[in-house]
């Protein structure tokens, strides 16, 4: 009697252990059963119990891990969370951008309208770059970007100008909108080239695939001690350390010229050193003295001379010897022209055939003409 008590306290345990739960009366009828088997019958069926027990538990808790790994993975559960994730994502803003491109001819508002921009945005977008950007300044090629909201409100205006040149419009917390020039991020490089002249400065430097930009820098270093123009000649040797600015790995242009040296035969050598000291900068040369202090050799670098200083030149037109008391140099329309020196503009307008013409006055009885100019600058 007692063997059949303990194995009915022990299916008894099993089952109500077990996630199966069985009613009081089927468990009493199990024991029953148990009871009419032979003693190691009896503990085979426990034996079996106690596995099917422990199946039942590794099962469950399988199935449990299986459903967090599930949640946790991030894909969606029936239920409440679903219609969450689904009402958030119709709230999620909508954008849209608008690129475009000045053409010549444009205008900011006619390029903005040619690329269906309306006219709100169009006015918003002029008077928050009013007193930031000088539209006078625009040119073909510039690019910007409009990003605008679902309801064709204004987000961000990106202009550039050049790599270097970018202005932005955003949105502030407030809901203005503020205008601003954006600092440009760019490596600096510095190089050093040495050369010798064969024919000229600019085909020299060209052989280093550089810029005419630098050919113009470098030679104005040295503009009061030679004319390059006239006085280089061949075998002359150069030296220079220039910056050289970067973007995303692409050039973009040049700084200061750190170091120039010209080794010339006709007027010897001559150095030039960078200096900064107080926002005052300057070209040096080995001794101390500061380079460009008088008169420059020609007002305009590398260009060619036409037509020499003579008193005794037969006139190309009118085939009479007549004094030509001046300099034609020949250079592409556009190029521009330096002062030889500081002074005062005496006058700036058409003269004659000399055709547009300015006058300065440097002083102590000095002055210089300045004709046929195809425009005058700002």
């Known amino acids: 009697m007692a063997e059949k008590i303990t194995i009915f306290a022990h299916v008894r345990n099993i089952c109500k252990a077990s996630i199966f739960r069985i009613c009081p009366p089927c468990l009493a009828a199990l024991s029953r059963i148990l009871a009419r088997f032979h003693s190691n019958t009896q503990r085979q069926l426990v034996l079996f119990l106690n596995t099917a027990h422990f199946l039942t538990i590794g099962v469950s808790l399988a199935l449990v891990v299986a459903f967090f790994l599930y949640a946790v993975d991030g894909r969606p559960i029936k239920g409440e969370d ?33 690329n269906g921009v309306d006219e709100e945005v169009r006015e918003s977008v002029i008077s ?14 510039d690019r910007y970007t409009l990003t605008l909201d679902n309801d064709g409100t204004l987000i961000k205006c990106l202009y550039e100008s050049g790599p270097l040149e970018v202005h932005a419009i955003e949105r502030t917390p407030e809901g203005s909108l503020a205008a601003k020039k954006l600092d440009v991020a760019l490596d600096c490089r510095t190089v050093k080239l040495r050369g010798r002249i064969e ?28 004319d390059f123009n006239t006085e280089t000649r061949f075998g002359d040797t150069f030296e220079l350390v220039v910056e050289k600015y970067y973007k995303n790995n692409e050039f973009v242009g040049y700084g200061k010229i750190l170091v120039a040296r010209y080794n010339s035969k006709e007027v010897g050598p001559l150095e030039g050193f960078y200096f900064d000291q107080g926002g005052k900068s300057a070209y040096f040369d080995h001794r101390g003295y500061e380079l460009g202090e008088s008169f420059i050799r ?10 020499g200083f003579s008193y005794n030149r037969r006139h190309p037109v009118l085939d009479i010897v007549r ?15 330096m002062a030889t020196s500081d002074g005062r503009v005496r006058f700036a307008g058409w003269k004659g055939g000399y055709g547009k013409q300015i006058i300065l006055d440097h002083g102590g009885g000095y002055q210089t003409y300045y004709g046929h100019l195809s425009r005058f600058a700002n």
């Open 323 to 337: 004094p030509h008391l001046g300099v034609d140099l020949a250079a592409p329309m556009g190029t521009p022209i």
């Open 199 to 226: 024919s000229s400065l600019f085909a020299a430097l060209a052989a280093f695939k550089e810029d005419a930009k630098l050919v113009y820098t470098f030679a104005d270093i040295f503009a009061s001690k030679i």
């Open 82 to 114: 679903s219609f969450a994730s689904e009402e958030s994502e119709e709230f999620l803003p909508n954008v849209r951008e608008i690129v475009g491109e000045i053409r010549p001819g444009d205008s900011l508002s006619s390029s903005f309208r040619s």
């Open 298 to 307: 020609s007002p305009v670098p590398m260009a060619r001379v036409s037509s």
């Open 128 to 141: 928050a770059f009013d007193g930031v950007m000088n539209f006078r300044e625009m040119k073909p090629n």
